[in-house]
């Protein structure tokens, strides 16, 4: 049993929900661990630094899992596993966003291994977990032993009924037109990730202000309890490098590097840049024997500040561009002849293609989580090649960029996709990069609108998305628009905004140093939108408008709603009536519980006939109207006729002719269509039928249309 003075807590409230942080009651082996409880979602962050150095790598090694357990919804997982597998989607991007709003805050040359795990214990459905995560991460991390200095805290900001508000329920972001996550320290913003449905950049300013008050206020929460549990901190010494090779150094760079820098191709000034330094590294060498490893990173430290020198106090990007000025642009559609839908994006040496292809409802993706069970019927997919940058590496599925970069451009276009209702297909779109120097997602975003409008999907408003960057030295800063790879390397932030000309579709940001102001982000969402409405002209010069109808290739859609009373009509025994339509036309057919029917078929034709059976089976018997009937029974009272799948009525042999039959095999056989007419049922509800008074091939056919039947794909 803990006695109560182990146990450190901590409790307040952040836009009126009462939130707890607590220590020293479970996993106290861990470096730092907290638990974090708001409302009935409850999350365990564990922080654990390794007590060795990890030699021979030139980055700081922090890994972050975050896992959602079924067993904190009160589910058991679905399909043939039972087990919680290899980490969903979500679970990834999470993961992703924890990572992103902490990793600023270590010291850039710290070498030791920390492990972040995240276990959501349990959940509500309405206080998500993903913020209530990065808080508790921060403050495991603040009481552990990490080197991890201010306290990073997050808040969700929604719009809702033009009201601005701070930590939306789980329901209430759907109604939203903002879904914001923003995190910072008590001095400035950290991290952005956001989409929106075409707000504007006044809008998404004023929501990052206020973010901050919420900010401060969980920042103080996780101070208060590093007061009361934080262990001593491991000291990480400063980087200093020897004063004489700094200089000598940096004098060689000055004088030799704007002569490397001049070529624009980015493989051949990589090569001219590695041979560069090992030239200067020889020369160093040379004087300085002892200090090979010092000599390499004085060398990278006084690159990286020359190339961001000259841009601060200059104005000079490394490849010559002036700060707004966007790399060479290139568009193309219906590249691929046997896809629904095809674009070719470039900008510079960075190149997308993005490829739609359309299917029906079913075959949208099905996302179990820890709220509900929904399908996806637009999906975009990412994927980076190591070609793309002229590298080999084994190939083993997406990594956590690439799925992080997928669902960004997914966000990007999801505003803009057309209703279910009025666009009935599963969207798949996925984007191959072919060259990259640089903002390849915001390339793929291009790409993809370029796809959907190639496919004749119906999208609202074409969208595109551009990638900014800073460079900081002291109080003097400079925003970059179209930032390339070395851009992104050497700079201080990567900012990228995507949206329509109405109004902003996606954010995401990444910094590198402790935080930025609002004001600084104010003036890159402006430059990012000047930049944006340029792209988007260049697009909507090769393409002005979506194509009028879906691609050839691509599946009808055929919609209708019947009475829920004709379901099981339409199904049959077993399925038996709903499989023999689809046998017979090659269609898919999908019925949901308030009836509305979706007949996906691979041309116009069959998806026809597979309405008119449709029709046929759940419309209502006409009394007095003609039907096309097959005899399926011969008796010697008459004839049993089926004039509707799974619909029979009895043809009696007084009604088979005007004139007296006297054997009725001699005038009908099994198998054969004939034209009959109902008459009034009977009070049991069997259906009779006559030919008396119908001469074969002049009788009107009823109709088997419906005013409710909508086809999408030829128009």
């Given at each position: 049993?803990?006695?109560?003075?182990?146990?450190?807590?901590?409790?307040?409230?952040?836009?009126?929900?009462?939130?707890?942080?607590?220590?020293?009651?479970?996993?106290?082996?861990?470096?730092?661990?907290?638990?974090?409880?708001?409302?009935?979602?409850?999350?365990?962050?564990?922080?654990?630094?390794?007590?060795?150095?990890?030699?021979?790598?030139?980055?700081?090694?922090?890994?972050?899992?975050?896992?959602?357990?079924?067993?904190?919804?009160?589910?058991?997982?679905?399909?043939?596993?039972?087990?919680?597998?290899?980490?969903?989607?979500?679970?990834?991007?999470?993961?992703?966003?924890?990572?992103?709003?902490?990793?600023?805050?270590?010291?850039?040359?710290?070498?030791?291994?920390?492990?972040?795990?995240?276990?959501?214990?349990?959940?509500?459905?309405?206080?998500?977990?993903?913020?209530?995560?990065?808080?508790?991460?921060?403050?495991?991390?603040?009481?552990?032993?990490?080197?991890?200095?201010?306290?990073?805290?997050?808040?969700?900001?929604?719009?809702?009924?033009?009201?601005?508000?701070?930590?939306?329920?789980?329901?209430?972001?759907?109604?939203?037109?903002?879904?914001?996550?923003?995190?910072?320290?008590?001095?400035?913003?950290?991290?952005?990730?956001?989409?929106?449905?075409?707000?504007?950049?006044?809008?998404?300013?004023?929501?990052?202000?206020?973010?901050?008050?919420?900010?401060?206020?969980?920042?103080?929460?996780?101070?208060?309890?590093?007061?009361?549990?934080?262990?001593?901190?491991?000291?990480?010494?400063?980087?200093?490098?020897?004063?004489?090779?700094?200089?000598?150094?940096?004098?060689?760079?000055?004088?030799?590097?704007?002569?490397?820098?001049?070529?624009?191709?980015?493989?051949?000034?990589?090569?001219?840049?590695?041979?560069?330094?090992?030239?200067?590294?020889?020369?160093?060498?040379?004087?300085?024997?002892?200090?090979?490893?010092?000599?390499?990173?004085?060398?990278?430290?006084?690159?990286?500040?020359?190339?961001?020198?000259?841009?601060?106090?200059?104005?000079?990007?490394?490849?010559?561009?002036?700060?707004?000025?966007?790399?060479?642009?290139?568009?193309?559609?219906?590249v691929l002849p046997m896809s629904h839908g095809s674009g070719l994006f470039s900008r510079g040496q960075t190149q997308v293609l993005s490829i739609v292809t359309l299917g029906g409802k079913k075959e949208g993706q099905l996302v179990e989580s820890l709220e509900e069970e929904v399908t996806k019927h637009?999906?975009?997919?990412?994927?980076?090649?190591?070609?793309?940058?002229?590298?080999?590496?084994?190939?083993?599925?997406?990594?956590?960029?690439?799925?992080?970069h997928g669902a960004l451009g997914e966000r990007a276009l999801l505003p803009v996709i057309p209703d279910e209702s009025e666009f009935p297909y599963s969207i798949r779109v996925v984007s191959e990069v072919l060259e990259s120097n640089g903002s390849t997602s915001q390339a793929s975003i291009c790409g993809?609108?370029?796809?959907?409008?190639?496919?004749?999907?119906?999208?609202?408003?074409?969208?595109?998305?551009?990638?900014?960057?800073?460079?900081?030295?002291?109080?003097?800063?400079?925003?970059?628009?179209?930032?390339?790879?070395?851009?992104?390397?050497?700079?201080?932030?990567?900012?990228?905004?995507?949206?329509?000309?109405?109004?902003?579709?996606?954010?995401?940001?990444?910094?590198?140093?402790?935080?930025?102001?609002?004001?600084?982000?104010?003036?890159?969402?402006?430059?990012?939108?000047?930049?944006?409405?340029?792209?988007?002209?260049?697009?909507?010069?090769?393409?002005?408008?979506?194509?009028?109808?879906?691609?050839?290739?691509?599946?009808?859609?055929?919609?209708?709603?019947?009475?829920?009373?004709?379901?099981?009509?339409?199904?049959?025994?077993?399925?038996?009536?709903?499989?023999?339509?689809?046998?017979?036309?090659?269609?898919?057919?999908?019925?949901?519980?308030?009836?509305?029917?979706?007949?996906?078929?691979?041309?116009?034709?069959?998806?026809?006939?597979?309405?008119?059976?449709?029709?046929?089976?759940?419309?209502?018997?006409?009394?007095?109207?003609?039907?096309?009937?097959?005899?399926?029974?011969?008796?010697?009272?008459?004839?049993?006729?089926?004039?509707?799948?799974g619909k029979s009525g009895l043809l009696h042999v007084s009604q088979i002719s005007d004139s007296y039959v006297k054997d009725i095999h001699s005038v009908l056989k099994v198998g054969e269509q004939i034209l009959v007419k109902t008459l009034p049922l009977k009070d049991d509800g069997k259906i009779s039928?006559?030919?008396?008074?119908?001469?074969?091939?002049?009788?009107?056919?009823?109709?088997?249309?419906?005013?409710?039947?909508?086809?999408?794909?030829?128009?």
């Amino acid at each position: 049993m803990l006695q109560n003075d182990e146990i450190k807590t901590v409790r307040g409230s952040i836009a009126g929900k009462p939130v707890t942080y607590e220590t020293g009651r479970l996993a106290k082996q861990a470096g730092g661990a907290v638990l974090a409880t708001m409302g009935g979602t409850v999350v365990l962050a564990a922080a654990t630094v390794s007590n060795t150095t990890k030699e021979g790598i030139d980055f700081f090694p922090l890994t972050v899992d975050y896992f959602e357990k079924m067993y904190a919804a009160g589910k058991i997982p679905g399909g043939f596993y039972k087990r919680e597998g290899r980490p969903s989607e979500r679970e990834i991007l999470r993961s992703r966003l924890i990572d992103r709003s902490i990793r600023p805050l270590f010291p850039k040359h710290f070498r030791r291994e920390v492990q972040v795990i995240v276990y959501v214990l349990s959940a509500d459905g309405e206080n998500l977990p993903d913020v209530l995560a990065i808080n508790a991460v921060s403050a495991a991390l603040l009481i552990s032993n990490a080197p991890f200095g201010d306290a990073v805290a997050a808040v969700r900001v929604g719009k809702i009924n033009g009201e601005l508000v701070f930590n939306p329920s789980s329901s209430a972001i759907d109604e939203s037109m903002l879904d914001l996550i923003v995190s910072g320290t008590a001095n400035g913003i950290l991290m952005v990730e956001s989409g929106a449905r075409e707000i504007s950049e006044a809008e998404m300013v004023e929501a990052l202000v206020l973010a901050q008050e919420p900010i401060k206020k969980t920042c103080r929460m996780e101070e208060e309890l590093r007061v009361q549990a934080g262990k001593e901190k491991i000291v990480v010494p400063e980087l200093e490098f020897d004063a004489a090779i700094q200089s000598e150094a940096r004098s060689m760079i000055e004088e030799r590097l704007p002569l490397v820098l001049k070529d624009k191709e980015k493989l051949k000034k990589e090569k001219i840049l590695d041979e560069f330094k090992g030239e200067l590294a020889t020369e160093l060498l040379a004087k300085y024997p002892e200090s090979g490893l010092a000599i390499g990173e004085v060398l990278d430290a006084e690159i990286k500040h020359f190339i961001r020198h000259r841009v601060v106090t200059e104005g000079v990007r490394i490849d010559g561009r002036a700060p707004e000025e966007i790399r060479p642009i290139g568009v193309d559609v219906g590249v691929l002849p046997m896809s629904h839908g095809s674009g070719l994006f470039s900008r510079g040496q960075t190149q997308v293609l993005s490829i739609v292809t359309l299917g029906g409802k079913k075959e949208g993706q099905l996302v179990e989580s820890l709220e509900e069970e929904v399908t996806k019927h637009y999906m975009h997919y990412y994927n980076f090649p190591p070609f793309s940058v002229g590298e080999t590496r084994p190939m083993r599925g997406p990594g956590r960029r690439e799925i992080g970069h997928g669902a960004l451009g997914e966000r990007a276009l999801l505003p803009v996709i057309p209703d279910e209702s009025e666009f009935p297909y599963s969207i798949r779109v996925v984007s191959e990069v072919l060259e990259s120097n640089g903002s390849t997602s915001q390339a793929s975003i291009c790409g993809s609108t370029l796809a959907l409008m190639d496919a004749g999907v119906p999208i609202t408003a074409p969208v595109a998305g551009i990638a900014m960057g800073l460079m900081k030295e002291g109080d003097k800063s400079v925003i970059l628009t179209d930032i390339q790879g070395a851009e992104d390397a050497n700079g201080d932030m990567d900012f990228k905004v995507a949206g329509t000309a109405k109004g902003i579709t996606a954010l995401q940001m990444d910094i590198k140093i402790h935080s930025v102001d609002s004001d600084l982000l104010s003036a890159a969402l402006d430059h990012a939108r000047t930049a944006r409405l340029f792209i988007l002209d260049k697009m909507l010069s090769v393409l002005p408008a979506p194509r009028s109808e879906v691609n050839p290739l691509a599946p009808r859609i055929f919609t209708m709603h019947i009475p829920g009373d004709k379901i099981g009509a339409l199904i049959g025994p077993g399925g038996k009536v709903i499989k023999k339509i689809i046998a017979d036309t090659g269609c898919d057919i999908d019925i949901e519980d308030d009836g509305s029917v979706f007949v996906t078929a691979p041309d116009g034709a069959k998806g026809q006939i597979a309405m008119d059976a449709i029709n046929a089976i759940t419309e209502d018997i006409v009394v007095g109207k003609v039907y096309m009937g097959k005899v399926t029974e011969l008796r010697d009272f008459g004839a049993f006729v089926e004039i509707a799948p799974g619909k029979s009525g009895l043809l009696h042999v007084s009604q088979i002719s005007d004139s007296y039959v006297k054997d009725i095999h001699s005038v009908l056989k099994v198998g054969e269509q004939i034209l009959v007419k109902t008459l009034p049922l009977k009070d049991d509800g069997k259906i009779s039928l006559t030919r008396k008074g119908l001469a074969a091939g002049n009788a009107d056919k009823a109709s088997h249309e419906s005013d409710d039947d909508h086809h999408h794909g030829d128009q």
